[in-house]
């Protein structure tokens, strides 16, 4: 049994925060737990943008028994007017007693505020506990709201050698229902997902997120730089998420003005033959789109990597191996580098198992030029 401590408190506020994720826009997922005299007296997950914060749920749950009580937040209570009011007051006015902070606001507008707001104030402040965990709950959130571009989490599932379709193009399955099931609720937490136009054109996926439950879809992006999207592929004619084609000056104007009559939204991305990939993160993040997850072809995730346009990477691998050379596809279609120690690697690496699948969680460091901000002062 857990020892019931300023910790065990705190991880209650991260698995309510961690119920809410994917469902905030650009947002932060939070969760508040309020304590007094040893008893829960309130709980509550901030559940939807320009709603309620967790900490007005949970201060409202408790009542009059928020006086005097311990508030455990995920992340540092606001201290803006936004779309709500700042949840800094509101701890103060029901004269909360102490507030432990599992990591501070990287927003400027925060930044440190809401809890130089509550010591002056004569709250007891506590900042740090479990940071790294309270932190990674937003990592959309944490490079969104300093750079205004979307956080790209890059999905692949190969065999072990490499290889993401065989020689003939086959692709299902390669993973198990256990990986697949894992990969829809990657879609559920993110705000769009992104794909080539060679997706599109063989596979003609929906790109909708299928679980048991009822689940929220990800806005739908691809990438076709001379719009070879057919009009009655799902992406233009399913009306059950909205599809963005990120495209060039290049385009077929007729084409463009037939997509545009189905619904769907066209971003140009440069002048050239190809998608210019920055600009297009730009354009996004522009929309309030703060996480992609990306599941693009070789090529397409080649494209992203050599921009360094990808932050995070789960790579599924299934125990087979199927062969067949530079005929059958691969992870990352790219020129590469001459040499092994120019090689983009991988950082906070982690493991996970679904049966027999292996997946490979990490974050790619581009050497001194990256501008990802790293929230956990590693480097």
Known sequence: ????????????????????????????????????????????????????????????????????????????PCSHHGKTPP???????????????????????????????????????????????????????????????????????????????????????????????????????????MVGVGTVLSDDPLLTTRLDVPALNPIRVIVDSKLRVPLKAQVVTDRSAETIILTTADMDAEKRRALEAAGITILVCGEGSRVDLPKAMELLGEREIASILLEGGGQLNGAMLEQQLIDKMLLFFAPKIIGGGSDASSNFQFAGFELMKEAIELERVSVKQFQKDVCIVGYPTYGSEVSIPDVYGHH
Request: hydrophobic share 40%; with cysteine.
């Open 1 to 76: 049994m857990e020892l019931i401590n300023d910790e065990f408190y705190m991880k209650l506020a991260i698995q309510l925060a961690e119920g809410a994720s994917g469902q905030t826009g650009i947002n932060p997922a939070v969760g508040c737990v309020l304590v007094k005299e040893g008893r829960i007296v309130g709980m509550g997950a901030h559940l939807k943008r320009g709603t309620p914060h967790a900490e007005i749920h949970a201060l409202q749950m408790a009542g009059t028994e928020a006086e005097g009580a311990t508030a455990y937040v995920t992340l540092e």
């Open 87 to 193: 949840c800094s007051d509101r701890l103060i006015k029901e004269r909360v007693k102490r507030v432990v902070v599992g990591c501070t606001d990287p927003n400027p507008l925060v930044a440190g505020n809401g809890i130089e707001r509550l010591r002056q104030h004569g709250i007891e402040v506590s900042v740090g506990l479990l940071q790294e965990q309270a932190a990674s709950l937003n990592e959309a959130f944490n490079k969104y709201i300093v750079s205004k571009k979307p956080f790209v989490t890059l999905k692949t599932a190969s065999t072990l050698d490499g290889k993401i379709a065989s020689r003939t193009g086959d692709s299902k399955w390669i993973t198990n229902p256990e990986s697949r099931a894992f990969v829809h609720t990657l879609r559920h937490r993110n705000q769009a997902i």
